[in-house]
């Protein structure tokens, strides 16, 4: 009985003060709206005109808080996208740069070596620009990381270009020592020919027949030295060693047995010039 009895009085109280606050405020405005009521005309104007002013400074400030918003937003998508596309048309040259590369592997042509030079020197200067537009966003993006990234890539372009001067210069060697293969071959055949048939002639058949033996080995060792520069496969090489090795054993024998001054001088020449092609295919 007693908690019922406080529980009304409280509401009773409560009910008494949001009556009063009701009250209270229907009282201010009342007195608002009789303030107002009895400015002049003038004053009432120039109320109205301070509140719309109010009303302008504020809508100003949110739009230019906006427009700032939107100007480092639209700065910072200028700078992503400039990054992107300096670095696609890196991407774009070092691919041709590979391809080049690769061609030149091939077939050692100038122009594959011209394209390799001229877009390895156009990918270095894409990859300088590059690292100015990373250090131009820093106060946008965190770069560090990116302009590392791209002193790395700078120092392997310098690598690759000097991993390519070196195939240029193997393949330059390669190419002498080939012509002075495809040079020296066909004269010690010929020459080997000449004594197999003097001595079949004159009818000394051990001479005939040893001249036949290391011509055989000279014509494989040819043989395996081209396949080699084919298939560049190491059994090739060791092919064309084999049998310019077994030419010099069936030389000296085939010398052993020569007694004509002419087939001798031919034999020795032969010897000779198998001796550079022996270095060169080595």
Not at 36 to 56: A, C, E, M, Q, R
Not at 257 to 267: E, G, K, S, V
Request: glycine residues 6%; hydrophobic residues 40%; positive net charge.
């Amino acid at each position: 009985m007693t908690n019922y009895t406080e529980d009304s009085s409280h509401q009773n109280r409560t009910t008494d003060l949001r009556q009063d606050i009701a009250s209270n405020s229907a009282g201010i405005k009342q007195r608002l709206k009789v303030k107002f009521d009895n400015l002049k005309i003038g004053k009432k104007v120039g109320l109205g005109f301070g509140v719309v002013l109010v009303f302008l400074f504020a809508v100003s400030m949110v739009a230019f808080f906006g427009l700032q918003a939107a100007v480092n937003n639209f700065s910072e998508y200028r700078a992503t996208a400039r990054q992107t596309n300096e670095l696609g048309r890196v991407q774009a040259n070092l691919l041709l740069v590979r391809l080049g590369a690769k061609e030149y592997i091939l077939s050692g042509s100038d122009n594959a070596k011209k394209t390799v030079n001229d877009r390895l020197i156009a990918t270095q200067n894409l990859v300088t620009s590059s690292n100015q537009l990373f250090q131009d966003a820093s106060q946008y993006f965190d770069v560090e990381q990116d302009v590392a990234a791209l002193g790395s890539a700078s120092s392997q372009l310098n690598n690759y270009l000097d991993g390519f001067n070196k195939v240029v210069n193997a393949r330059a060697n390669r190419n002498s020592l080939v012509d002075q293969m495809n040079t020296l071959g066909p004269v010690a055949e010929r020459n080997l020919t000449k004594v197999m048939e003097s001595a079949y002639t004159d009818g000394d058949s051990e001479a005939s027949f040893m001249a036949g033996k290391t011509l055989r080995s000279l014509l494989l060792a040819r043989l395996y030295a081209n396949r080699f520069l084919v298939d560049n496969q190491q059994s090739s090489a060791d092919r064309a060693a084999s049998e310019l090795s077994s030419f010099s054993t069936n030389a000296q024998a085939m010398l052993d047995t020569l007694q004509n001054p002419t087939r001798r001088q031919l034999a020795q020449a032969t010897c000779y010039r198998c001796s550079k092609l022996r270095g060169g295919i080595q």
